[in-house]
C-alpha cells in the first residue's frame, strides 16, 4: 500500500475530487483526518470508509479560528502529520470580471486561495517533524484561462505559483509541495450544471471532446494521481503542477 500508516489532513474530502481522493487515501492504507463545512458528506464518505482509522472534522476552511482547531484535533488525535491535501474549492460565479461582486471575490480567493495559507500556517511545523507532503488541488485553467470564470482561474494561476514557490520555500526542511491540475471532471458539480443546460447532449459532447483522449474522467482518475504524488513513488518530485487533462491544454481546440 502507497500510503501505509501516513497520517493525511484533506479538506473538501465530502464530495467531488475530494471524496474520490478520500476513498483512495483509505485504500493505499492512509489515516485521513477529513475536513469539510458539509456534514451530511463527512457522515456519508466515513460510512463508506469506515471509522476504525479516520476522522471528519466539521471546517469553513476560509475561518482561521477553524482551520487552526482541525488540525489541532488532528495532531491530538493521531499525534502526527505526514501530508496536507488542499483539496476544497468553489467555482461560481459564471460571469466576466466585472459582473462579479464584491463578496463573490473575497469568497473564492477565501476558500480556494487563504484556505492553504491558514493549513500551512498552522501544519507546516509537524510536517517539519514528519518531512512530509503538502499537495494542492488547483486547475487547468490556472495557466490557460477560462471564459465567464476569471475570479476563480485567478484563484488557480495563484495556487500554481504558490506551489512553486512553497516548494522552495519547504524544500530545505524536506518537504515536497506539488499540485494537481485537471481539467473537467465529472463531479456532482458538474453534473449538476450539465442537467441544467438547454442541451444536455451538446454538453456532453462539449466535456467529452474538449480532452483530446475522448471523455471526461471521474474523480478517481484524479485520485490516482494525487496518491501518486504523495507516496515515495514521487520522492524526488516538488514544485510540480501536474496536468491530469486528457491534453485538453494541448493543440488549437475550440
Known amino acids: 500500500m502507497l500510503l501505509k500508516d501516513k497520517v493525511l489532513f484533506l479538506t473538501g474530502g465530502s464530495s467531488g475530487i475530494g471524496y474520490e481522493c478520500a476513498k483512495a487515501y483509505a485504500m493505499e492504507g492512509a489515516s485521513i483526518a477529513i475536513a469539510s ?23 469553513d476552511v476560509s475561518v482561521e479560528a477553524e482551520v487552526k482547531s482541525a488540525i489541532d484535533k488532528t495532531l491530538e488525535h493521531y499525534g502526527r502529520l505526514d501530508a496536507i491535501h488542499n483539496n476544497a474549492g468553489i467555482v461560481t460565479p459564471t460571469v466576466m470580471l466585472h459582473e462579479t461582486t464584491t463578496k463573490e ?31 494542492n488541488t488547483s486547475s487547468l485553467v490556472g495557466d490557460i484561462g477560462q471564459e465567464m470564470h476569471a475570479a476563480y482561474s485567478a484563484t488557480k494561476g495563484g495556487i500554481t505559483a504558490l506551489t512553486k514557490s512553497m516548494a522552495l520555500d519547504y524544500a530545505k526542511y524536506h518537504i515536497r509541495v506539488n499540485a494537481v491540475c485537471p481539467a473537467w471532471v465529472w463531479t456532482p458539480a458538474v453534473q449538476d450544471w450539465a442537467s441544467q443546460q438547454p442541451d444536455r447532449n451538446r454538453t456532453d459532447e462539449y466535456i467529452n471532446t474538449i480532452h483530446p483522449l475522448g471523455y471526461c474522467p471521474e474523480g478517481d482518475v484524479i485520485a490516482d494521481v494525487c496518491v501518486f504524488l504523495l507516496s515515495e513513488k514521487a520522492r524526488f518530485i516538488t514544485g510540480c503542477a501536474l496536468p491530469v487533462s486528457g491534453g485538453a491544454e494541448l493543440g488549437y481546440r475550440r
Open 105 to 135: 471575490w473575497s469568497n473564492l480567493m477565501d476558500i480556494n486561495l487563504k484556505s492553504i495559507y491558514l493549513t500551512t500556517k498552522y501544519g507546516i511545523e509537524a510536517l517539519k517533524k514528519s518531512k512530509g507532503t503538502i499537495l
Open 37 to 59: 463545512n458539509h456534514e451530511p458528506g463527512l457522515e456519508k464518505i466515513l460510512a463508506e470508509i469506515g471509522n476504525h482509522a479516520h476522522i471528519t472534522i466539521p471546517c
